[in-house]
């Protein structure tokens, strides 16, 4: 290896990182800006980082899991990705996902029904019949706080009602390659609500490209208003991460049936890295969010690792 001498560490590094990026040299601006670019740690590309993560390494309580990153289109890590399995309250992007496309008025009142309640597992539900929301209150519930009543009446007020939206929601997941999944309902209550965790990140990716879905569903506590009494509803996001500042999270829902498990889906940023995590079927009610922090844990040691062999590289 040709030593490189006369230069400080963080120009060598600084260069090795152009080269990663593929970036010419004579590419990048005089002066400030190409001191600024030469002090920041090389670029890992996911198919280097991926060469050095030991999955034995990783110890997950979730039976399906993927880790994707979503910047390279890379599979970092996959456990049963392929598996059908029932995915419960995630179905809830997808509802969001039909009516954003559909563009209906989402200022439009809407009134919850008997008709809206879970005759499948008996669920509670903070929304009494009555209560009048908007289009838009009901989506972000929905998405927050994983409301099913909300969710339900979003597919009952659907051009065509509930079976129309049901078939709207299989188109949408044909037309997102989603081969392997199938929609029966609007909430996921209902167990043949099926995908795979490879199909999900297809499902994230999707969702993450719509600005109120980003939002609604990274809100960690809100309220929304009852019309009809004039009443204020306070909420909390399902998932606890979105109220961590340890954690950058741009879209996540979470999902629990008996037949699904506890389940978690995240698009969110790792050591400047974007990732969709994908945890399906967890066993217990706070270990979707242990593997998330597992996962954490384990790419950013992986990452420290690969450029403590770039900063040997540059010292050579």
């Not at 995915?87 to 439009?108: F, G, Q, W």
């Not at 999900?200 to 929304?224: D, F, P, W």
């Not at 498990?261 to 790792?270: D, E, F, P, R, S």
Request: hydrophobic share 40%.
């Amino acid at each position: 290896m040709i030593a490189i001498r006369g230069l400080s560490r963080n120009v060598v590094a600084g260069l090795i990182s152009l080269a990663l990026t593929g970036t010419a040299i004579g590419d990048e601006p005089p002066n400030s800006e190409l001191a600024t670019a030469t002090t920041q740690p090389a670029y890992v590309q996911a198919s280097e980082l991926v060469k050095h993560l030991n999955p034995d390494k990783l110890f997950l309580r979730s039976s399906n899991a993927i880790i994707y990153d979503a910047r390279d289109g890379q599979i970092l890590y996959g456990r049963e990705e392929n598996k059908r399995t029932p995915i419960a309250s995630l179905t809830k992007l997808m509802t969001a996902m039909v009516i954003l496309d559909a563009k209906l008025p989402l200022d439009e009142v809407l009134q919850i029904k008997r008709a809206d309640r879970d005759r499948l597992r008996g669920s509670r539900s903070r929304l009494p019949y009555g209560t009048k929301l908007t289009r838009k209150d009901a989506l972000l519930i929905a998405l927050a706080a994983s409301e099913n009543r909300a969710a339900a009446a979003l597919a009952r007020t659907y051009p065509g009602g509930k079976k129309a939206f049901v078939e709207a929601m299989n188109a949408k997941a044909k037309e997102l390659g989603m081969d392997r999944s199938h929609f029966v309902d609007s909430t996921g209550l209902h167990d043949k609500n099926v995908s795979t965790a490879k199909d999900l990140v297809k499902m994230v990716e999707a969702a993450h490209s719509y600005a109120l879905i980003r939002e609604m569903s990274t809100t960690g506590r809100n309220s929304i208003t009852d019309l009809r009494r004039g009443r204020e509803m306070e909420f909390l996001n399902t998932n606890r991460l979105v109220r961590r500042k340890q954690w950058d999270v741009e879209l996540s829902k979470t999902g629990y049936i008996a037949a699904s498990g506890h389940c978690l889906v995240m698009q969110a940023t790792i050591a400047d890295r974007p990732l969709v995590i994908v945890l399906l079927n967890s066993w217990g009610k706070l270990s979707k969010f242990g593997d998330a922090n597992r996962i954490k844990r384990w790419l950013i040691r992986t990452e420290d690792k690969v450029q403590r062999l770039h900063d040997q590289f540059a010292s050579s």
